[in-house]
């Protein structure tokens, strides 16, 4: 009895589909992965796919696939309101990335480097912006403009990015700076550099990558930013902003466009800057021992 | 020389310390100022410690408040159950692919968040392939809808915010010590011995970061709503900014985000306490 089902069994797992359930059963977790991925990745197809969509007659999205046209990638800067919200973006992005960037770099070095009264208080100062939901932090500068009859327009706008942009960079620079190899510093300070030659020719270059991150990192905050933006923008309008007033009457086509170019751009730049570092480690490693 | 040096922190810490002060600390103050204030918009609002402003608030949103919170916990933990199979699997079965699919998680942050929920309210339109097969499996009626309801919703916050649980619990996975799994393999453990007994609680305080980063601004957006939602999804954030930009209400709407504000307090308060203290368990049950 039990020799028969023995052999029945191994009747059964030399069949098709319990090979096929047993292969199932090894991989599920890579095949999870796989789908999960997937998932992550429609909707930026989707987005690619609708920039060659005919879109209506207004030449606007219409939620569904009626016809195939490049028209929209020829005409990609046709659209005066979306281009010109776009440039808005873009100039906001970098100037507060630029102040965002230096002033959070300083806290990181503050923080990892000094032994300070404060130091418990700052940290919570940082954190706190993070942890709070954006409708709040809008919500609350907004009635500070208010209050003081501030005028809503690119400067709170400024304001408010640079504001909950410094809690990232201090987190991206800080955990570069933990990492940091101090006698590198020393060495130059034995040597005779002075406090701020070394700081520009020893520690800033070493930094860099890190700083590079939460510079990369600040920009694209700023460019995606929408909720906070909603509360202080006054009349002046951003990317985001613009889709949003756009989505309650019709959406331009070259929205999808400018999209995905600005998706393209920002993937070449980050492979540029992972094959630059790959490069970098390579020379490291060739590099010979500095003789002793 | 030296008291010049004890400076030298406060210095480095001056520009960044005043600009969150000034407008994120100071702001809270001007917040809660302005929600005890009375009157209207036309006619100016003037200080009168109006606590009735939070109580209004309250009782008029009572099932908006329900549905931020019931709409943001499932979003998280569906986004959960979603993040931590794939990060182990990016962390610790990948192998050369490891970057490759790293990329492919945080690649939504390439595109405008609006964007983003715009294309899926293009994939769960009524008509789309997606919800063709929705219907075809009767996971959907024949003639019902995705958008405009709440699952329109969850699926939006869930993708939207799936990231910022992915990349820590990532990261817990990542700094594991592949030679404890091995220990408890030797110690005969079965595999899900050594998951529940090993794996997860080391990578514990990813999970609680993760779910924290994930539940809180899930339950502040409105956006997934305004986009995906319909007539009866309105979250409390949709209430908010209809208060402030559109009736300028601010008073009331001030309150309102004080109460919701005061609420993800105590939601994570209570949350870190279970969770924290079962983190710890974990602790010390692998000493003993």
Not at chain 1, 86 to 104: D, H
Not at chain 1, 182 to 205: H, M, Q, V, W, Y
Not at chain 1, 250 to 272: D, E, K, R, S
Request: net charge negative; charged share 15%.
């Amino acid at each position: 009895m039990e020799a028969a089902t023995a052999t029945t069994a191994r009747h059964v797992s030399d069949s098709m589909p319990a090979r096929a359930w047993a292969w199932l059963r090894r991989n599920a977790l890579m095949i999870f992965a796989g789908l999960a991925v997937v998932y992550m990745l429609v909707p930026i197809l989707v987005i690619g796919l609708f920039s060659f969509e005919k879109g209506n007659d207004q030449g606007e999205l219409d939620f569904a696939w009626d016809g195939f046209s490049i028209e929209y990638w020829t005409d990609a800067f046709g659209q005066t309101a979306v281009n010109d919200s776009m440039i808005t973006s873009l100039e906001l992005a970098a100037l507060t990335m630029v102040v965002a960037t230096v002033i959070g770099t300083l806290m990181a070095m503050a923080l990892v480097r000094y032994q300070f009264f404060g130091r418990r208080a700052t940290n919570l100062l940082i954190i706190l912006p993070m942890a709070t939901p954006e409708i709040v932090i809008g919500a609350a500068l907004l009635s500070l403009f208010i209050s003081y009859n501030f005028e809503l327009g690119f400067t709170s706008l400024f304001i408010a990015h640079v504001m909950f942009c410094i809690s990232f960079v201090v987190v991206v620079v800080r955990s570069r700076l933990i990492g940091f190899d101090r006698s590198i510093e020393e060495a130059a300070a034995d040597l005779g550099a002075k406090p701020l030659t070394t700081f520009r020719l020893i520690t800033l270059p070493l930094l860099a990558p890190g700083i590079m991150a939460a510079a990369l990192l600040a920009f694209a905050l700023s460019l995606d930013d929408f909720v906070i933006s909603n509360f202080n923008s006054g009349t002046t309008v951003t990317f985001p902003l613009y889709i949003f007033g756009a989505s309650l009457r019709g959406i331009p086509v070259q929205v999808n466009v400018l999209a995905t170019m600005l998706f393209a751009v920002t993937v070449l730049a980050i492979v540029l800057v992972l094959w630059q570092q790959r490069k970098a480690e390579q020379m490291a490693a060739v590099r010979p021992d500095p003789e002793v | 020389m030296t008291a010049r040096r004890r400076l030298v922190p406060y210095g480095l810490l001056a520009p960044g310390a005043i600009w969150l002060a000034l407008f994120f600390v100071i702001p809270m103050y001007f917040m809660g100022e302005l929600a005890l204030r009375s009157g209207t918009f036309t006619e100016g609002f003037q200080p009168a410690f109006e606590v009735s402003n939070f109580s209004d608030a309250l009782s008029g949103n009572t099932d908006q408040f329900v549905r931020s919170f019931v709409y943001a916990g499932t979003a998280t933990l569906i986004a959960l159950l979603i993040a931590y199979p794939l990060s182990y699997a990016i962390a610790l079965r990948a192998g050369r692919f490891k970057l490759l699919l790293l990329f492919a998680v945080v690649a939504p942050f390439f595109t405008t968040y609006l964007i983003r929920t715009i294309a899926w309210k293009t994939i769960l339109s009524d008509d789309s392939p997606a919800v063709s097969v929705l219907q075809f499996l009767h996971l959907v009626p024949e003639d019902g809808r995705v958008l405009a309801t709440g699952a329109a919703v969850i699926a939006g916050l869930t993708y939207n915010f799936l990231p910022f649980m992915i990349l820590p619990i990532y990261a817990s996975l990542d700094r594991i010590d592949t030679s404890l799994i091995e220990a408890g393999k030797d110690l005969y453990a079965s595999s899900t011995q050594t998951f529940l007994r090993v794996t997860l609680p080391i990578t514990a305080p990813g999970i609680v970061a993760g779910v924290l980063l994930t539940f809180i601004p899930a339950v502040g957006d409105y956006v997934n709503a305004e986009i995906l939602g319909g007539t009866g999804t309105a979250m409390i954030g949709n209430v908010i900014q209809s208060l402030y930009l559109e009736q300028r209400n601010y008073p009331e709407a001030a309150a309102l985000s004080f109460i919701m504000m005061l609420a993800i307090l105590a939601v994570v308060l209570v949350y870190l306490r279970v969770a924290g203290s079962g983190a710890f368990m974990g602790d010390d049950e692998e000493r003993s």
